[in-house]
């Protein structure tokens, strides 16, 4: 029986090998005119540091005055804590038996509640927990452990870009081995079409609205707000550029992911994101 209108992609579309095709397809045009780019991924959640199955022991105790406290982190070093209040990320426990977390220092009243302090006065700065005025935790056995997110997030306003990198979990650099004629270490090929631009007037005044609309094969899979960043010699500006991907869309034939449409957003180049270091080799 011969394929024709009334049949679903003229019978293709239920054919394997066509799909395959068409992903074989779009790699080939993404290797004609795309540029080497390097991507970032925003990380969905922070790490953990120790858990409840093997808890951090807290050995070194400081004593201000009526209340001792012990630092759980340190300016320089990895894992700053998710201080976040309500959000039960950092965990104490006293003789194992978990601590009842309270706000402020002042308003600690018994002896199984503490209190989380960043003490950005103090250089390095650090973030401690505080016990109950005259309890001495040397007497009994102090455990922690908690999740992390990028140091310098405010912990009252929790949003995207609010970190030092904008990113309240962090960036994970792509990584990949493989290379080519048309990709190096570590790259993916992004076709970045020309950026029509239009002026509009509306109640914020004069606006400049840019349409980019850019793709790239179905693998590696990105997500809205993670980075693209264009080198140097790849640039028309002659400077590196790092982008935001923004309204993502995936294109799918047949349950297969084929290709990857999305808008880029361009960065300013005083956005702290431009301090990312990128691996190249």
Request: net charge negative.
């Amino acid at each position: 029986m011969h394929p024709n209108y009334t049949q679903y992609d003229f019978a293709l579309g239920w054919d394997p090998e066509i799909v395959n095709y068409v992903k074989e397809s779009n790699v080939v045009e993404s290797r004609i005119g795309s540029v080497r780019c390097y991507l970032f991924f925003h990380e969905a959640s922070g790490s953990i540091i120790g858990s409840s199955n093997s808890p951090i022991v807290a050995t070194d105790f400081l004593n201000y005055s009526n209340n001792y406290a012990a630092t759980i982190w340190t300016a320089g070093s990895e894992g700053y804590p998710d201080i976040r209040p309500y959000m039960n990320n950092i965990v104490v426990l006293i003789n194992s038996v978990p601590a009842v977390r309270i706000l402020a220092v002042n308003d600690l009243q018994n002896d199984n509640e503490i209190a989380i302090v960043e003490r950005k006065e103090l250089a390095p700065a650090t973030v401690e927990v505080w016990f109950n005025s005259g309890f001495n935790p040397s007497g009994s056995i102090i455990q922690y452990y908690y999740s992390t997110v990028e140091p310098g997030i405010n912990d009252i306003r929790f949003k995207r870009g609010e970190g030092q990198d904008q990113e309240i979990f962090g960036w994970t650099q792509y990584i990949n081995r493989y290379k080519d004629l048309f990709v190096g270490y570590n790259q993916v090929l992004v076709r970045l079409p020309i950026t029509p631009e239009t002026l509009v007037i509306n109640e914020e005044g004069r606006v400049k609205l840019k349409a980019n609309d850019s793709w790239m094969i179905g693998e590696p899979y990105v997500h809205n707000y993670d980075l693209i960043v264009v080198p140097a010699s790849y640039s028309f500006s002659g400077q590196v550029n790092i982008f935001e991907i923004i309204e993502k869309r995936d294109s799918v034939i047949q349950g297969v992911l084929t290709s990857q449409r999305f808008k880029l957003n361009l960065l300013e180049y005083s956005d702290p994101r431009y301090n990312l270091p990128i691996i190249t080799s």
